[in-house]
């Protein structure tokens, strides 16, 4: 295909563009394949916005046509009201900003509506844009990805004992979603772990995502079993998990669907673990909303965020009519409950839903960070996503095609991802020294999810990406961000290795809405933006000194009594 | 540990109960009490208090001239609270209640909690204490001295010293040829609620003065409270005009605010009426009102803040969704229902108003009914939006010195500083509310403001424990009459014998900048480490590393300024090492003041 088919007018002269934090400007609007290109040339400045199609969520088309009330007027005047006419575009983007465009000329308006429209929904995945970045500080043959499983195992001295590297999946056969390689029990052999595949939802069935070096338990996830009215079990998907909790007494199975939920689940083939079949394991129901719910309540919050009047009447409770800081709230309480259970508790947890590539996943990067110090570093954080959504199979593709504002009826879109860089920036918020990335990670983060130059985040799973070349043919997001000027924008200059569990308070009085996101495009928190960026440099500096001279006598103050 | 609880409990491990030997025995409970110069033991007591968080808990009550103080060994927890934050104290039960610990005391206070304590049923065992906590909690009930006249601390310097009145209005370039400082009130006598020095228009003679203060509530003319450098513009503040139910007028009234709006040439003098106009209105009927059309070149807005009443009512009804229980299930709506932080959008908006008039050129006069609550508000937040010297924390101690407590904000009968009778309709935490409104300022400005948190935390404590003679009595007229600064120590010589307990590593002075912030609800938060500090679930687990970070940060912040100064020093001195090849010398000399110089502060 022909991008070119779509472009009916590609440039036009004397736009006006309207974007938030910016005065208006006039100038030249060009549309690309991939692009829209703004070019304001006033007064000497040259301004320049380079918008990838891809981020535009929806737009709203308004055409002024002169012609149609006057058609009394003779012919003659004909030509001088349609070049009179004139459009206004408004562009709603993934990353919530919304831009204005008024485009002298109804018929070149419509055409880049049309353009737009077209191109910023591409359905075929080798047309989107990574496939075409190729920026001059990057090479295709550099790394791709920052670990692989191979090599988290092979790092992992204390798993060899007892756990094993299975490449059962190096076809993508036996599970579509799963990476070639995975961490399993060392009892279970390849043939087991085909016939334990059959027993679980799309072949997810319990693999190792994290093992605890303190106690030596471990957190595994999989889909739900497939157990179905008639109650089917499965000898070996027993095995597996008995294999798992091998010298303890008991394990946690952390369903993320209520009871009732879990059970309804069995009439579509589902289902879940009984006590008879599986006596060591304790599950815990604890219901947590997904796919539509999820996506509905992310409406609700930029509409309510997104409303002009500044008087807002009755924000608190749009607010919490929008359930999105619920949300935020159980998914942080399921992930403390789950490392509770790991860390305080000291026995390994299996957790899934339904599918095992959502809430399955959120709560146990979340559990992740909540325990292990390893991944609260910006290498190991991004380590961290690219193993547990990435090549666990998180489907971006779906999850991620249209955002808050689209128009478009709902299919598999879901903001798990969003929400999860939420829980992040909660933690963020509550630890300020305890994490060593900044804000404006997550919030690049949230922004590529959605639309990037990189192909980090194509795809459903690992097969599609394999199928599609993207190693090959894209660059990484990853090690784009570890690259060392991007490195020093997103780390947290106020870090401080701590090996101490970070337990979030998840009460309601103790989470606030990420502003920084979510009310992005306002001044006030470009302002924030801006101080949170002065002070990083502040310290930074003051580090660089420490590091220069004798090391600064930390002078400690009296103890301080409160009063 | 069973199994997992059902609901996850973050902060499991509280606070303020943490484990510790249980070998002291129980006869040292109140062996470690550190009392303060002049505190004196008053009665201690085997009792039971009933924890809201961690349930009933026994130990012993110590009870002070200044302190009601509660330590239990299993668990470990102590309560140490000055007894000028209590409000309210009550006999819980009687002799025949029925029930577990249902007879004791239960005490209400003014910041945000309250107090039960179980005593034994049997020989009036409540009796004394309850009378003697009664006698020091409101010592002004019982013919006894604030406990700020007992007690001597000595600090290296004296907090009274902090704000001059004259060296104040000196900073702001005053007096000039406009405005002039008059010493007309230096015996109270043309009004008594403010301070004696006073700053007028140069024009207006001493008689114009008093013509005026006829006219206006209380005898609270006009008078300049902040002065903008360059254009001259002032914030002025009085009270209402004495219009009444006949729509009386005052020629000298209305002439002396057209002086005003002259002394900068101002077209248009903006009088800000920091009450509903309904309110403004009503107020007619008892004397009061506001400036009609007869006042030439000025124009009258309405700034919708509720009176003393509605902001007290608000508070409670706060008190209510986070004491001792948090509102869980609908936290928003019922914040929202509250309408705190809606009251504190409209003070902050009301400020923004001030200032943004101030900073265009226009010199504005802000009154309410009598001056001295709303108007100190919007006047101290105004100020402290346009003037960055009152965002040091020496500035800040001058502001509130300044606007609230020289000007008579009533701080006697709004916090009721020992007088027992708690249901007076005359308190209100306005004061409390200005801080929250400062706390929220430092929130979206968090490198402007040289003090932090802990400074605000701690000035509201102090609001209320009658330690010191800052906040005492309603004016500087009742306040020289009791002595206050010969006889009690100021809250600023604990502050500034501190200070590196109350700065901010952040802070970055830019002497020029306006602060606005955003008085809109999707930025305003609720001050939960004030409002909800004592639920030890809101107490951050991790804020101890934080302040100790933050401490060291200072200390590399100083270290790096001294460094940065070595550095002038050294460029300039001719011994420089560059000192002989003058080209290189002025380029690299140049470039690291420059792009310090934001970071020097006047510590």
């Known amino acids: ?563 | 540990m069973a199994s997992p609880v059902s609901v996850y409990n973050s902060n499991a491990l509280d606070t303020h109960i943490s484990s510790s030997s249980r070998e002291s025995l129980k006869m040292e409970l109140l062996a470690d009490v550190s009392l303060l110069p002049g505190e004196e033991r008053i009665i201690d007591k085997e009792t039971i208090y009933i924890c809201p968080f961690s349930g009933a808990v026994k130990g012993k009550v110590l009870i002070t001239n200044y302190r009601l103080y509660f330590k239990s060994l299993d668990p470990d927890l102590t309560l140490d609270v000055p007894l000028g934050a209590i409000g309210r104290v009550e006999k819980m039960g009687g002799a025949s209640s029925r029930g577990e610990n249902s007879y004791g005391l239960d005490i209400t206070c003014k910041d945000m909690r309250n107090l039960r304590f179980a005593l034994k049923q049997e020989g009036h065992s409540r009796r004394d204490i309850f009378e003697l906590i009664f006698k020091y909690a409101f010592p002004l009930s019982h013919g006894l001295p604030l406990f700020a006249y007992v007690t001597q601390e000595k600090y290296g310097e004296s907090g009274w010293d902090i704000y001059k009145p004259i060296e104040e209005f000196r900073r702001q370039g005053l007096p000039n040829n406009k405005w002039r400082i008059t010493f007309i009130n230096k015996n109270y006598e043309l009004c008594d609620t403010y301070p004696t020095v006073l700053a007028v228009p140069f024009k207006s003679k001493e008689e114009d003065l008093r013509r005026v203060a006829a006219f206006r509530s209380r005898g609270r003319i006009p008078v300049l409270s902040w002065i903008h450098r360059e254009n001259q513009a002032v914030i002025a503040r009085c009270s209402q005009p004495l219009v009444g139910m006949s729509g009386k007028r005052n020629k000298d009234d209305e002439r002396y605010l057209d002086v005003i709006r002259e002394a900068n040439d101002t077209s248009k003098l903006t009088i800000f009426d920091a009450r509903p106009s309904v309110n403004a209105v009503a107020n007619k009927a008892t004397g009061g009102g506001y400036e009609g059309d007869e006042y030439q070149n000025a124009e009258l807005v309405f700034l919708d803040i509720q009176n003393i009443h509605v902001m007290r009512e608000s508070l409670k009804k706060l008190k209510d969704i986070v004491y001792p229980n948090v509102e869980d299930s609908h936290w928003l709506s019922s914040l929202e229902s509250t309408h705190w932080l809606e009251h504190v959008k409209l003070v902050l908006s009301g400020a923004i108003q001030v200032a943004d008039k101030v900073s265009s050129g226009q010199s504005v006069v802000v009154h309410c009914s009598d001056g001295w609550d709303r108007t100190a508000q919007l006047t101290s937040l105004a100020m402290l939006m346009l003037d960055s010297h009152y965002r040091t924390l020496r500035g800040f101690q001058v502001l509130i010195e300044k606007e609230w407590i020289s000007f008579g904000h009533k701080f006697a009968s709004r916090i009721g500083h020992g007088d027992k009778n708690h249901a007076d309709q005359d308190r209100s935490p306005i004061f409390v509310q200005f801080i929250d409104c400062v706390w929220q300022m430092t929130k979206q400005f968090p490198t402007a403001f040289e003090f932090n948190e802990r400074l605000l935390l701690t000035i509201l404590d102090h609001l209320y424990s009658c330690c010191f003679g800052t906040f005492l009595y309603n004016c500087e007229s009742a306040r020289d009459q009791h002595e206050v600064r010969l006889k009690t120590v100021s809250l600023w010589s604990l502050v500034n014998s501190k200070m590196e307990m109350y700065l901010n590593p952040f802070y970055t002075p830019e002497s020029g900048r306006v602060l606005y912030p955003v008085a809109s609800m999707r930025h305003l938060e609720l001050w939960v480490t004030y409002y909800i500090r004592w639920n030890p679930r809101i107490r951050q687990q991790q804020q101890s590393p934080v302040e100790q970070r933050y401490k060291e940060l200072l200390a590399l912040r100083d270290e790096y300024l001294k460094k940065l100064e070595e550095l002038q020093l050294s460029d300039s001195s001719p011994s420089s090492r560059l000192a002989n090849t003058p080209n290189s010398s002025s380029s690299t000399s140049s470039t690291p003041p420059q792009q310090y110089t934001q970071l020097q502060t006047p510590l």
């Open chain 1, 1 to 563: 295909m022909e991008f070119s088919e779509h472009i009916k007018t590609a440039n036009v002269e004397d736009v006006v563009l309207r974007q938030p934090l910016h005065p208006p400007g006039r100038g030249t609007l060009c549309i690309t394949g991939h692009h829209l290109l703004f070019s304001d040339r006033e007064e000497g400045s040259c301004r320049q916005v380079l918008l990838l199609l891809r981020n535009i969520d929806a737009i709203e088309k308004s055409v002024e046509n002169l012609l149609t009330c006057s058609g009394l007027f003779s012919n003659a005047g004909l030509s001088q009201r349609l070049s009179g006419s004139s459009g206004t575009i408004t562009i709603k983007c993934k990353d919530l900003r919304v831009l204005q465009l008024d485009i002298p000329g109804m018929e070149e308006c419509l055409n880049i509506a049309r353009s737009i429209e077209t191109l910023s929904c591409l359905d075929s995945m080798s047309e989107l844009y990574p496939f075409f970045y190729r920026p001059s500080s990057a090479s295709l043959r550099d790394q791709w990805g920052l670990s692989s499983l191979e090599r988290h195992y092979s790092q992992m001295k204390e798993l060899h004992d007892r756990w094993r590297l299975s490449t059962v999946n190096r076809d993508f056969s036996v599970c579509p979603s799963y990476p070639q390689a995975v961490i399993v029990p060392k009892s279970t052999d390849d043939d087991m772990l085909e016939k334990v595949a059959k027993f679980r939802q799309g072949g997810r069935f319990p693999v190792l995502c994290y093992y605890h070096k303190k106690n030596g338990m471990v957190i595994m996830r999989s889909s739900q079993p497939l157990t179905g009215a008639n109650r089917k079990h499965c000898r070996e998907d027993e095995q597996l998990l008995q294999a798992v909790i091998d010298g303890s007494d008991k394990g946690y199975i952390i369903d993320t669907r209520s009871s009732q939920q879990a059970l309804q689940a069995r009439m579509t083939g589902g289902g879940l673990e009984s006590k008879s079949c599986y006596s060591s394991w304790k599950r815990l129901q604890r219901q947590m909303e997904r796919g539509k719910a999820l996506q509905e309540s992310l409406i609700k919050l930029v509409e309510a965020c997104g409303e002009e009047s500044n008087n807002m009447d009755r924000w608190l409770s749009k607010l919490e009519n929008s359930k999105w800081l619920s949300h935020v709230q159980t998914a942080l309480s399921t992930a403390g409950l789950l490392a509770e259970c790991v860390e305080r508790d000291g026995h390994s947890v299996l957790v899934h839903g339904s599918e095992g590539t959502d809430s399955t996943l959120l709560i146990s990067t979340l559990a992740q960070l909540i325990m292990d110090p390893s991944c609260r570093t910006l290498e190991g954080f991004l380590t961290l996503l690219e193993r547990e959504w990435v090549q666990a199979g998180h489907p971006f593709q779906q999850r991620c095609a249209h955002s808050a504002h689209s128009h478009a009826r709902l299919q598999q879109e879901s903001p798990v991802f969003l929400l999860l860089l939420d829980c992040v920036w909660q933690l963020w918020r509550q630890f300020p020294l305890a994490l060593g990335f900044s804000e404006a990670l997550l919030l690049r983060l949230a922004t590529e999810a959605y639309a990037s130059d990189y192909g980090t985040f194509l795809g459903n799973n690992q097969q599609e990406r394999c199928a599609l070349g993207v190693k090959e043919n894209t660059h990484c997001l990853f090690q784009a961000l570890l690259r060392p000027r991007e490195r020093d924008c997103y780390s947290n200059p106020l870090y401080e290795h701590t090996e101490l569990a970070i337990w979030p308070s998840v009460y309601p009085q103790s989470l606030q809405l990420w502003r920084g996101f979510f009310l992005r495009w306002t001044p006030q928190t470009h302002h924030l933006e801006e101080a949170q960026e002065e002070i990083r440099n502040m310290v930074i500096e003051w580090g660089k000194l420490a590091l220069s001279s004798c090391p600064a006598s930390t002078r400690r103050s009296e103890d301080v009594q409160n009063m």
